[in-house]
């Protein structure tokens, strides 16, 4: 009590700045009227007043499977572009004993201590991790642990909307134009940027200070597209489309090649290169082949003209041999 005694011994009147000090340590809540420090999500979690507290926030629920037969974890991937309340659920079905039945939550490798509510119906048992995201170190993946005999995990994986652009090269020439363009679906970033590299650096595309870049964002901002006018091959390489949300970043790579004209004629010019080179063998093996013909034909021609001068001599023998045969019976 604030109350001094008297000079009768009846109570007496504080001085004024006392008697306030003694109104306002009246009126101000004990910590004990809190929330006991062994009561449920009081670690990194919210707990179940922080929630109430962010009551206007979108709820998410996600719920995993898991039988005392899984052989692999249980993972789900689930997307959040805003702040939200989450209710994890882990349900494992067990023909066992579910007293005996170790429960343990986990963000990454961080174990989360007396922050998860369980409950059991027939060989089922239930485990509930309530808890909000209002930031970006809040994300991550959250597992629940059943240990009996052997380990049984869910996974919960949280992270941001990822964008969309063309995965392959975006081929150009010099002097040309071209728009580089990504997307979110069904999202919408608080912001949008491009950036090009130099060398292994990021660096933001400066619109402000450049007539050859223009950014052009769509109506409901889930799509942003970087417009490059007369194109030189320094302006190839890789594009970064960046996008900003509440709860994180995303980004994507566009690759951009430029061509000078001469690039597409090279192809042709070695085909003709090619086309001259293989008429250039048929002609000369067609020259060959002709001289080959022709090297038989003289040759047969100075053999028929020796052969007809062997039968000649040959002829005026045999003419001559009978002659003298016949000389001779007529001289008997």
Same mark, same amino acid.
């Given at each position: ?125 239930? &485990?509930?991790? !309530?808890?909000?995201?209002? $930031?970006?170190?809040?994300? =991550?993946? %959250?597992? +629940? ?78 799509? &942003?597209?970087? !417009?490059?006018?007369?194109? $030189?091959?320094?302006?190839? =390489?890789? %594009?970064? +489309? ?91």
């Amino acid at each position: 009590m604030c109350a001094l005694p008297g000079p009768l011994g009846s109570p007496a009147l504080p001085p004024l700045p006392l008697f306030l000090l003694c109104l306002l340590a009246a009126a101000r809540p004990s910590v004990a009227d809190g929330i006991s420090p062994g009561s449920p999500f009081t670690s990194l979690p919210a707990r179940e007043e922080m929630m109430a507290e962010y009551s206007n926030l979108s709820l998410e629920t996600h719920n995993i499977t898991l039988t005392e037969h899984s052989s692999v974890p249980v993972e789900k991937n689930i997307t959040l572009e805003r702040s939200s309340n989450v209710e994890l659920t882990c349900q494992f079905t067990t023909s066992g004993n579910l007293n005996a039945v170790n429960v343990t939550w986990k963000k990454n490798d961080e174990v989360l201590q007396n922050n998860s509510l369980i409950n059991t119906t027939g060989n089922i048992l239930y &485990t509930q991790y !309530k808890f909000t995201v209002i $930031s970006n170190n809040q994300m =991550g993946s %959250y597992s +629940c642990f059943f240990g009996e005999k052997k380990e049984h995990r869910g996974t919960f994986h949280f992270k941001v909307p990822e964008i969309h652009g063309k995965t392959k090269p975006m081929i150009t020439y010099v002097g040309d134009s071209t728009v580089l363009a990504c997307k979110c679906q069904d999202c919408f970033p608080l912001n949008w940027s491009w950036y090009s590299s130099n060398g292994s650096v990021q660096v933001p595309v400066n619109i402000q200070m450049s007539n050859k870049f223009y950014v052009i964002n769509g109506t409901y901002s889930n799509e &942003t597209k970087l !417009k490059i006018m007369q194109l $030189s091959e320094e302006d190839r =390489g890789p %594009y970064w +489309c960046h996008a900003v949300f509440q709860l994180g970043e995303s980004e994507i790579l566009i690759e951009l090649v430029v061509l000078s004209y001469l690039v597409p004629l090279k192809p042709f010019l070695a085909i003709v290169a090619e086309v001259i080179l293989l008429v250039a063998v048929i002609l000369l093996c067609e020259m060959y082949t002709q001289k080959k013909k022709n090297e038989p034909d003289d040759g047969k021609e100075f053999e028929q003209i020796e052969q007809l001068k062997s039968d000649d001599s040959s002829n005026g023998i045999e003419n001559n041999a009978p002659r003298h045969r016949k000389n001779s019976v007529t001289s008997k």
